[in-house]
């Protein structure tokens, strides 16, 4: 665990230079905007610790799969989230001496993530060997207003010397992944260009053929007037620069400022690429650097307004929830429907492959309530184009009519992961997708989804749930075999309580929204009956079957669900006895020694009593808590959210508060010791549920908006804003009770501790506190 960061409530800071820390900052202060996202690395060179990585949303490459032993059913290949053009460089020289933090002295040094308004800032003062001063204040963001676009003010002032500063403002493609897994490089230059104070570099994707035109243009400031400068071209493969030299006087600061555009042939013609990417380049820099930030605190004031929470007495979450936010809504802008968001958004390579069930479970709620509706929408469109390829998946391992299997991984649908127990055995994902199209359908309301889309993939998934069970003729009921369950420190187990759940509840939900696409849209109903050769009677009699006579473990002694059979054979140890030295298991253990052991990764049972909550009464979930807890060791970030939900939920405030910190926090204070691969981006929904769904207790149930809230005692007020149905609401928690304020145009009944309020537009609504359990 880390605590370097400075606390501050809009504004995430580092003071001084520590080079130890680089790579963990080149993840925190990360910037995005749902088209292109980059790591903080450094404008000028650096020669040391370092990750590089910029990326472009939905451009990626298939590395050819590596493993040991090959299996039947395995995937060819890992689609990896590409390392694309470095298009921030701008090289500093002053003489025969290259500006390098590496082997300068560094002091003042700062960095400023700026939340509220959208930017990175950095500021420091090098001294060179020769001891020549210079201060530099570099300013940067990528724009979430012209999104192909992101743009650089680089501000450079001589403190003790006058002289030429030598710049090259480049554009470099010739990169790699650190991941590449037979030390590859994925891009190829199809061409590069320059001219006057623009470059352009066009590369191409092996095998994928994506085309991506990377384009620059410089502006240099002196004395608040522009220099004509001389222009020089660099090129080299890959590799595009505008050269120029500037004479600057002690005191005086010269600004560069650099606007850099991505365009893909996801979006255009790949011929055309360079002068559509010269068009936006007129565009942004026509505004100039000042006009788009303007325009940028705009945009992110739009998206606070939706989606902030304020925290008030305590400074470190605040600052902790605000950058989950920020980082998610960096990551999915919700405009393009064949866009997902990776584990690791655009902060890292880890986790190659975009698209795992973390989206449907975790992000889609936080994206309902924070976003317009279309942006969870695409989510589900997402799954949707990918039907095919999940049923294409299926048939290759042994299913038919039409079964689908979504992948673990992907991002284009096809399978990437390729290890047998998750590839084949952790199929509870496509039982996350199903859920999420319930979860928003009960959101929004938009029961037309299932017609125009919905349908199609339920019946899918339920078809498969029904070739996966088998009967077993010795228990006389369904049973579901090798099954690894969301706690991935177990394999090959049989009857996964969740798992097992999760497929009933699929096929009972798909019969049922069978019946309602046939009697709201009887000629939608006939089409999908044609092209799913669908059988109703027969298939939806059959999951109904299924469900009535599945066999779920069960401990009658403890009253208890049974993760899967045979659970309690192992021996009970609970993790406060664990020795610290061993932590986390998956560094220190075998992986024998994990898979013989208790400890539960993540939310298992408890992610199944999550997601069906209203069907267990308190008691219940009391005693699969206080049994499942106390054996899970957290090791992936998904589990501490739903840990706070169900904490919360039974009035474990003291659990449901620390759960929360350790989501809120884990990647500012670095508590996994992994933030340098990148940021837990999926996991940061789950700590705006946490507050939402476990401080606030939201959820839907009836069409109807419902909360029970209770304040932390660390914590003197909370308030966030959602939008329901259109309605944007304000729910504000403290010391009194609970504010509830509609901001719109509209009427909204809201359940608060189960009785009903309505809340008259752009009017409040009080209501005390209440012993909630
Ligand atoms: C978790 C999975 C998750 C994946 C990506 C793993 O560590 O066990 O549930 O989908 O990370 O976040």
């Given at each position: 665990m880390k605590n370097y960061i400075k606390a501050d409530e809009w504004n995430i800071i580092e003071e001084g230079f520590d080079p130890d820390l680089n790579k963990i900052s080149e993840s925190i202060f990360s910037i995005g905007n749902g088209h292109m996202g980059q790591r903080a690395n450094f404008e000028e060179a650096y020669s040391g610790e370092t990750l590089q990585g910029n990326y472009v949303a939905g451009v990626y490459y298939p590395d050819k799969t590596r493993v040991g032993w090959w299996k039947n059913g395995y995937p060819e290949y890992f689609a990896k989230v590409l390392n694309a053009a470095n298009w921030i460089g701008i090289d500093i020289s002053i003489g025969d001496e290259k500006l390098d933090l590496h082997s300068c002295k560094v002091t003042d040094f700062k960095r400023v993530l700026n939340m509220r308004e959208g930017y990175l800032q950095r500021s420091f003062i090098a001294e060179l060997p020769s001891g020549k001063k210079l201060a530099i204040n570099a300013k940067r963001f990528c724009s979430i207003v012209d999104e192909e676009a992101g743009a650089i003010q680089y501000a450079i002032t001589p403190l003790n010397f006058d002289g030429a500063l030598s710049v090259n403002a480049y554009i470099d493609g010739d990169i790699a992944n650190q991941d590449s897994n037979y030390d590859e490089k994925f891009w190829e230059q199809v061409n590069n260009d320059s001219e006057g104070a623009d470059a352009y570099l066009t590369l191409i994707t092996k095998k994928t053929a994506f085309v991506v035109c990377t384009g620059s243009r410089v502006a240099i400031f002196q004395d608040g007037k522009p220099v004509d400068a001389s222009y020089i071209p660099v090129s080299k493969t890959k590799y595009i620069a505008t050269g120029f030299t500037v004479k600057a006087k002690q005191g005086q600061e010269t600004i560069i400022y650099k606007y850099a555009v991505n365009v893909t042939s996801q979006n255009y013609n790949a011929d055309e690429l360079t002068q559509v990417c010269k068009t936006v380049i007129d565009r942004v820099a026509a505004k100039g650097f000042e006009q788009m930030l303007a325009e940028q605190a705009e945009a992110w004031k739009a998206k606070w307004n939706e989606s902030d929470i304020l925290i008030e007495g305590d400074v470190a979450a605040q600052q902790g929830i605000r950058f989950n936010i920020f980082q998610l809504c960096q990551t999915y802008s919700?405009?393009?429907?064949?866009l997902n968001i990776g584990p690791k958004g655009f902060t890292?390579?880890?986790?190659?492959g975009s698209t795992y069930w973390d989206t449907e479970a975790y992000c889609v709620p936080f994206y309902l309530a924070t976003a317009p509706q279309q942006v969870a929408k695409n989510l589900l469109i997402y799954r949707y184009r990918q039907l095919d390829k999940a049923i294409e998946n299926a048939t290759k391992l042994g299913f038919n009519n039409g079964a689908a299997l979504y992948p673990m991984v992907t991002m284009n649908g096809e399978e990437c992961h390729n290890e047998w127990e998750i590839t084949?055995?952790?199929?509870h994902r496509n039982g996350a997708i199903a859920y999420a199209i319930f979860n928003y359908v009960r959101y929004t309301?938009?029961?037309?989804y299932l017609n125009e889309y919905g349908l199609e993939v339920l019946v899918g998934i339920a078809r498969f749930w029904s070739q996966r069970v088998n009967w077993s003729g010795a228990r006389n009921k369904f049973v579901m075999l090798g099954i690894t369950g969301p706690n991935e420190y177990e394999n090959n187990i049989n009857n996964n309580w969740y798992t097992s759940t999760l497929a009933c509840w699929c096929m009972d939900y798909a019969a049922e929204v069978v019946k309602q696409v046939k009697s709201s849209d009887p000629e939608k109903y006939h089409q999908l009956v044609e092209k799913l050769d669908f059988n109703e009677l027969e298939e939806t009699s059959f999951w109904n079957h299924i469900s009535e006579n599945m066999y779920f473990p069960k401990d009658e002694k403890l009253d208890i669900f049974l993760q899967q059979d045979g659970f309690l054979d192992k021996e009970i140890i609970p993790v406060k006895d664990l020795d610290p030295k061993d932590r986390p298991l998956n560094q220190k253990w075998s992986w024998d020694r994990i898979l013989r052991s208790c400890y539960i990764k993540q939310a298992d049972v408890l992610q199944g009593i999550y997601f069906f909550m209203d069907k267990y009464d308190t008691a219940t979930i009391q005693r699969n808590y206080n049994f499942y807890e106390p054996i899970?060791?957290?090791?992936?970030?998904?589990?501490p959210c739903v840990h706070a939900i169900i904490a919360a939920k039974i009035g474990l405030e003291e659990d449901a508060y620390k759960f929360y910190l350790r989501t809120s926090r884990l990647d500012l204070d670095d508590y996994n010791n992994d933030t340098e691969d990148g940021l837990h981006i999926t996991s940061m929904a789950g700590t705006w549920m946490s507050v939402v769904e476990g401080f606030a207790g939201m959820h839907v149930k009836d069409d109807r908006l419902k909360f029970s809230p209770f304040l932390p005692a660390q914590w003197k007020g909370y308030s966030f804003n959602i939008t329901f149905r259109g309605i944007l609401i304000n729910i504000k928690v403290d010391v009194e009770g609970i504010h509830l304020s509609n901001n719109s145009a509209s009427d909204i009944t809201i359940d608060v501790f189960d009785e009903p309020h309505t809340i008259k537009a752009g009017t409040n609504v009080f209501v005390a506190h209440r012993v909630r359990v």
């Amino acid at each position: 665990m880390k605590n370097y960061i400075k606390a501050d409530e809009w504004n995430i800071i580092e003071e001084g230079f520590d080079p130890d820390l680089n790579k963990i900052s080149e993840s925190i202060f990360s910037i995005g905007n749902g088209h292109m996202g980059q790591r903080a690395n450094f404008e000028e060179a650096y020669s040391g610790e370092t990750l590089q990585g910029n990326y472009v949303a939905g451009v990626y490459y298939p590395d050819k799969t590596r493993v040991g032993w090959w299996k039947n059913g395995y995937p060819e290949y890992f689609a990896k989230v590409l390392n694309a053009a470095n298009w921030i460089g701008i090289d500093i020289s002053i003489g025969d001496e290259k500006l390098d933090l590496h082997s300068c002295k560094v002091t003042d040094f700062k960095r400023v993530l700026n939340m509220r308004e959208g930017y990175l800032q950095r500021s420091f003062i090098a001294e060179l060997p020769s001891g020549k001063k210079l201060a530099i204040n570099a300013k940067r963001f990528c724009s979430i207003v012209d999104e192909e676009a992101g743009a650089i003010q680089y501000a450079i002032t001589p403190l003790n010397f006058d002289g030429a500063l030598s710049v090259n403002a480049y554009i470099d493609g010739d990169i790699a992944n650190q991941d590449s897994n037979y030390d590859e490089k994925f891009w190829e230059q199809v061409n590069n260009d320059s001219e006057g104070a623009d470059a352009y570099l066009t590369l191409i994707t092996k095998k994928t053929a994506f085309v991506v035109c990377t384009g620059s243009r410089v502006a240099i400031f002196q004395d608040g007037k522009p220099v004509d400068a001389s222009y020089i071209p660099v090129s080299k493969t890959k590799y595009i620069a505008t050269g120029f030299t500037v004479k600057a006087k002690q005191g005086q600061e010269t600004i560069i400022y650099k606007y850099a555009v991505n365009v893909t042939s996801q979006n255009y013609n790949a011929d055309e690429l360079t002068q559509v990417c010269k068009t936006v380049i007129d565009r942004v820099a026509a505004k100039g650097f000042e006009q788009m930030l303007a325009e940028q605190a705009e945009a992110w004031k739009a998206k606070w307004n939706e989606s902030d929470i304020l925290i008030e007495g305590d400074v470190a979450a605040q600052q902790g929830i605000r950058f989950n936010i920020f980082q998610l809504c960096q990551t999915y802008s919700g405009k393009d429907d064949r866009l997902n968001i990776g584990p690791k958004g655009f902060t890292g390579e880890k986790y190659g492959g975009s698209t795992y069930w973390d989206t449907e479970a975790y992000c889609v709620p936080f994206y309902l309530a924070t976003a317009p509706q279309q942006v969870a929408k695409n989510l589900l469109i997402y799954r949707y184009r990918q039907l095919d390829k999940a049923i294409e998946n299926a048939t290759k391992l042994g299913f038919n009519n039409g079964a689908a299997l979504y992948p673990m991984v992907t991002m284009n649908g096809e399978e990437c992961h390729n290890e047998w127990e998750i590839t084949f055995e952790e199929i509870h994902r496509n039982g996350a997708i199903a859920y999420a199209i319930f979860n928003y359908v009960r959101y929004t309301g938009d029961k037309d989804y299932l017609n125009e889309y919905g349908l199609e993939v339920l019946v899918g998934i339920a078809r498969f749930w029904s070739q996966r069970v088998n009967w077993s003729g010795a228990r006389n009921k369904f049973v579901m075999l090798g099954i690894t369950g969301p706690n991935e420190y177990e394999n090959n187990i049989n009857n996964n309580w969740y798992t097992s759940t999760l497929a009933c509840w699929c096929m009972d939900y798909a019969a049922e929204v069978v019946k309602q696409v046939k009697s709201s849209d009887p000629e939608k109903y006939h089409q999908l009956v044609e092209k799913l050769d669908f059988n109703e009677l027969e298939e939806t009699s059959f999951w109904n079957h299924i469900s009535e006579n599945m066999y779920f473990p069960k401990d009658e002694k403890l009253d208890i669900f049974l993760q899967q059979d045979g659970f309690l054979d192992k021996e009970i140890i609970p993790v406060k006895d664990l020795d610290p030295k061993d932590r986390p298991l998956n560094q220190k253990w075998s992986w024998d020694r994990i898979l013989r052991s208790c400890y539960i990764k993540q939310a298992d049972v408890l992610q199944g009593i999550y997601f069906f909550m209203d069907k267990y009464d308190t008691a219940t979930i009391q005693r699969n808590y206080n049994f499942y807890e106390p054996i899970t060791v957290h090791e992936s970030s998904l589990s501490p959210c739903v840990h706070a939900i169900i904490a919360a939920k039974i009035g474990l405030e003291e659990d449901a508060y620390k759960f929360y910190l350790r989501t809120s926090r884990l990647d500012l204070d670095d508590y996994n010791n992994d933030t340098e691969d990148g940021l837990h981006i999926t996991s940061m929904a789950g700590t705006w549920m946490s507050v939402v769904e476990g401080f606030a207790g939201m959820h839907v149930k009836d069409d109807r908006l419902k909360f029970s809230p209770f304040l932390p005692a660390q914590w003197k007020g909370y308030s966030f804003n959602i939008t329901f149905r259109g309605i944007l609401i304000n729910i504000k928690v403290d010391v009194e009770g609970i504010h509830l304020s509609n901001n719109s145009a509209s009427d909204i009944t809201i359940d608060v501790f189960d009785e009903p309020h309505t809340i008259k537009a752009g009017t409040n609504v009080f209501v005390a506190h209440r012993v909630r359990v």
